[in-house]
Each structure stands twice: as C-alpha cells, then as structure tokens.
T-cell receptor, first 119, second 115 residues
Framework: GAVVSQHPSRVICKSGTSVKIECRSL??????MFWYRQFPKQSLMLMAT?????????EQGVEKDKFLINHASLTLSTLTVTSAHPEDSSFYIC???????????????FGNGTRLTVT | AQSVTQLGSHVSVSEGALVLLRCNYS??????LFWYVQYPNQGLQLLLK??????LVKGINGFEAEFKKSETSFHLTKPSAHMSDAAEYFC?????????????FGTGTKLQVIP
C-alpha cells in the first residue's frame, strides 16, 4: 500500500529557532500534499495545501511566513516552522493523495506525525 | 459548505460488545465519506470509504459503515469489540476546492474497550 514517511517523529527546540519537517511519499507520486495540525484532544485542522512546483495554499488564519512550505518534487514536501514559540507546540501531520487516474476522491495517506515541543 | 458531526467524544464498550460510532454529514452534493482511525502519537489510517457505490461499506479490522441518505448519516459499526480497537476515530468528508479535493474531519470519537 501507499506509504507516507514523515520525519522527525519528535522534535524539541528552543524558542526562536526554526524546525523543518519532511513528508515523503515512498512508493507513489503526489502533486498535492496536505499539512494538518492537531491540538490535544481535538480534530485535525488543515493548515495548508502543498502543490509541487507552485506556492502553497494556506487556510485562513495560518501565517504563511511562519509556516513555510516547499514542495520541491513529486515525492517530498517540507514544512518549516520559523522562529518557533511555545504556542507552536503541537502535533503536525502530513498527508498525500496518489497521482493517478480516478484518484480525485481517493483517500489520503497519512504520515505518522511530528510531535513538536518548543521550550 | 460540507461538514461532518460526530456525536459523542468518548464511547466505552465492553470487549465483545457492539461498537457504534455516529457520524452525520451535511452536503449540498453527493458526498464522499471516510472513516479514519488514529492510535496515540500516530497518523491516521483509513478504515473505509464511501464513494457513491454500495451503501454498506466494509472496511478493515471488521468495521463497516452504512450510508443513509435519508438520515444524512454514515455510522461506523463493528459487531464485536476487541481490545486493539481502542483508539480515536474520525469521520471525514471530501469536497472539491480549488481544483482538488479538500478533506474536512469531524471532531473525533475516542473509543475505550473495557475488558
């Protein structure tokens, strides 16, 4: 089955530093990837849609200068949390949909998430 | 706008008992609906999906869900709960947005299985 690899699984950083999270589709190509944020005991909130070769589309209320997204290839998207603060501590999850005919409504494949703690 | 509502943030069942997790949707067009499961500190795994084919959808791990248009529901069931079913379950709806499908998740239901 389709596998999405997300790295790192856990990261602790100091306030003011930047953290990069990688999301890779291992056995399929994904023109579009999605980044979610999940607060404790809450659902997933879509932050942005990452498009290969073009700018990401951010959801309302998400600071694009703080959460930098780069989708450099059909198998890799990165999320960089810049100048991180304690309130950025959260669980970040990426997902991807396989590029193939008829995949318009196919389910998303999720990474295992990254637990970010900013001290 | 399309959305899903999950009734009950926590559900407890005894091992071997029926599992019923409720999900209602609102949609102006025929929806594409999904159930995902999340284990602690992990991503989401697809349980099953409805894409306008059969109304009774069978998924992995013995789960199934029935699409009922008249009730705008897509409840998740399993005849006999297993300890390994303890997890959080999310109902989701997919809708077109800007040339691609955007997935919106419900607030989740945490399933506890009592031995």
């Amino acid at each position: 089955g389709a596998v999405v690899s997300q790295h790192p699984s856990r990261v602790i950083c100091k306030s003011g530093t930047s953290v990069k999270i990688e999301c890779r589709s291992l056995d399929f190509q994904a023109t579009t990837m999605f980044w979610y944020r999940q607060f404790p005991k809450q659902s997933l909130m879509l932050m942005a849609t990452s498009n290969e070769g073009s700018k990401a589309t951010y959801e309302q209320g998400v600071e694009k200068d703080k959460f930098l997204i780069n989708h450099a290839s059909l198998t890799l998207s990165t999320l960089t949390v810049t100048s991180a603060h304690p309130e950025d501590s959260s669980f970040y999850i990426c997902s991807a949909r396989e590029d193939r005919v008829g995949s318009y409504n196919s389910p998303l494949h999720f990474g295992n998430g990254t637990r970010l703690t900013v001290t | 706008a399309q959305s899903v509502t999950q009734l009950g943030s926590h559900v407890s069942v005894s091992e071997g008992a029926l599992v019923l997790l409720r999900c209602n949707y609102s949609s102006s067009v025929p929806p594409y609906l999904f159930w995902y499961v999340q284990y602690p500190n992990q991503g989401l795994q697809l349980l099953l999906k409805y894409t306008s084919a059969a109304t009774l959808v069978k998924g992995i791990n013995g789960f199934e869900a029935e699409f009922k248009k008249s009730e705008t529901s897509f409840h998740l069931t399993k005849p006999s709960a297993h300890m390994s079913d303890a997890a959080e379950y999310f109902c989701a709806v997919s809708r077109p947005s800007g040339g691609y499908q955007k997935v919106t998740f419900g607030t989740g239901t945490k399933l506890q299985v009592i031995p």
